[in-house]
C-alpha cells in the first residue's frame, strides 16, 4: 500500500497515560497534517508540517499535545497525560507541496484512540 | 473566524433520485474547495474538488458548483447508487494548507 499509513489503528489507555501515534506519508508529499475527528464531526485542524518544519498549531492543540518531522519523512504525534476528552480518530493527511498549492490532502485511515 | 457550514446532516433519496449537499465559508480568502466520501471505518477519500477560477466542474454523476459572491459551493450527485450511501465532508481552504470541514452529510441511497 502506497498510500498514508498511521499505526497504530486502535489505542485504548488508561487517562493520565501518554501514547505516541505515528504517521507514515506519500513518500514525494512534503506537506504533512494532523486532524481529530470525533463521532459525527468533520475533521478538525491540529497542526500541519512543511517537509521537518512544524508551520501552524491550532489553538485546539494543547500544551499536552506535540508532533514532530525530524526527517522530513515520518511524523509523530504525541499526547502526555491523556484525558477522557482526548478520545477521538487522529488524521494524519499529506500532500504535494511547495511549488504546488491546493493540492489534494490523502488521509491515512487514522488511528482511534479511546481514553478510559 | 474560519468556519464551514454543512446542511443538511442527513439526507434519504429514493434510489436513482438526486442528492443535493450545500456549504457556505467564512473566509473570503478561501480558494481551493474539495468534498471528501467517508465510509464507515474508512478514511476520507477526495470524489472532487473545484478551485475558485471556476464555476462548475462534473466528474460522471458528480458534479460540484460554486458561488463566490454568495460564498457558498454545492456538491450534485446524480442517479444515486447504494454504493454512495456514506458521510460527505465540504471543505475550504486558502490555498495554503490547512482546511476548514464542515460538520458531514450523511447519505443514505434507499434501494
Known amino acids: 500500500d502506497t498510500g498514508v499509513s498511521q499505526d497504530p489503528r486502535h489505542k485504548i489507555t488508561k487517562r493520565g497515560q501518554n501514547v505516541t501515534f505515528r504517521c507514515d506519508p506519500i513518500?514525494?508529499?512534503?506537506?504533512l497534517y494532523w486532524y481529530r475527528q470525533t463521532l459525527g464531526q468533520g475533521p478538525e485542524f491540529l497542526t500541519y508540517?512543511?517537509?521537518?518544519?512544524?508551520?501552524?498549531k491550532s489553538r485546539l492543540l494543547s500544551d499536552r499535545f506535540s508532533a514532530e518531522r525530524p526527517k522530513g519523512s515520518f511524523s509523530t504525534l504525541e499526547i502526555q497525560r491523556t484525558e477522557q476528552g482526548d478520545s477521538a480518530m487522529y488524521l494524519c493527511?499529506?500532500?504535494?507541496?511547495?511549488?504546488?498549492?491546493?493540492?489534494?490532502?490523502?488521509f491515512g485511515q487514522g488511528t482511534r484512540l479511546t481514553v478510559v | 473566524g474560519e468556519n464551514v457550514e454543512q446542511h443538511p446532516s442527513t439526507l434519504s433519496v429514493q434510489e436513482g433520485d438526486s442528492a443535493v449537499i450545500k456549504c457556505t465559508y467564512s473566509?473570503?480568502?478561501?480558494?481551493?474547495f474539495p468534498w471528501y466520501k467517508q465510509e464507515l471505518g474508512k478514511r476520507p477519500q477526495l470524489i472532487i474538488d473545484?478551485?475558485?477560477?471556476?464555476g462548475e466542474k462534473k466528474d460522471q454523476r458528480i458534479a460540484v458548483t460554486l458561488n463566490k459572491t454568495a460564498k457558498h459551493f454545492s456538491l450534485h450527485i446524480t442517479e444515486t447508487q447504494p454504493e454512495d450511501s456514506a458521510v460527505y465532508f465540504c471543505?475550504?481552504?486558502?490555498?495554503?494548507?490547512?482546511?476548514?470541514f464542515g460538520t458531514g452529510t450523511r447519505l443514505k441511497v434507499l434501494a
Open positions: 513518500s514525494e508529499h512534503n506537506r
Open positions: 473545484i478551485r475558485s477560477n471556476v
Open positions: 473566509d473570503s480568502a478561501s480558494n481551493y
Open positions: 493527511a499529506s500532500s504535494l507541496g511547495p511549488s504546488r498549492a491546493n493540492t489534494e490532502a490523502f
Open positions: 508540517f512543511q517537509n521537518e518544519a512544524q508551520l501552524e
Open positions: 471543505a475550504a481552504s486558502t490555498g495554503t494548507y490547512k482546511y476548514i
